[in-house]
């Protein structure tokens, strides 16, 4: 359900508002492929990314967006609705299935999950995060939010929650932080809008890696 923002008077708050932290809205961060793969882009590939922002820029109604993070009020902000939400940079999920070979027929085993990575700019939440890293404690829900202003009201495009976390990974380098968890279940879902705001449709899908189950 699309949530009017009060607290923020301009057009678009997403390339305006300073009250959440992390990238602006629709930011592409042209560091972040090397950050997750190890390796650095060269002055041609920065220069076309450049480009390719600068195109996007111009297309309002794709860009005004925001992927935002919420943890167990590990995040925080003053952006009404989403006091508990900060900005991140991006994610890398992976799920997958193996696939076996017995006698001459295929068979799948159960789904695989990697940890999710997550590219976040440095702030005091990166005390907590190695702090539930030390201990081995549960984050009980992490939610990622694709989040876009249509009109006068945030509605959400993308949501990815998962339960029963545990920090496994965490890493600096330079203003950026990565930490990666692991997870026992999710649910990503996905909702479609018109130009008016007004929503098309959902699609989505939740799974259990502990009783195995896929809805």
Known sequence: ???????????????????????????????????????QQDTTQQNNQGQRQDQCNQQNQQCQYQWLISADKIFSSEWEGFEEYARFF???????????????????????????KVCIPNGSHC???QSHLAQGKEISKIILKKVSFMLDKTVTMEEKEFSKCFVQTFSRKGEKAIFSFRYSSYKDTYTDFKADGTKKGTAGVSVDLIKWEIK
């Open 90 to 116: 991006d994610l890398d999920f992976h799920i997958y299935k193996f696939s076996m070979s017995t006698d001459g027929k295929a068979s799948d085993t159960s789904i695989c999950a990697e940890n999710i």
């Open 1 to 39: 359900m699309g949530l009017v923002n009060k607290n923020l008077n301009n057009a678009n708050p997403f390339f305006a508002a300073s009250n959440l932290i992390g990238p602006k809205a629709g930011e592409f961060d042209s560091d972040l492929f090397g950050i997750f793969h190890g390796w």
């Open 127 to 129: 005390a907590v995060i």
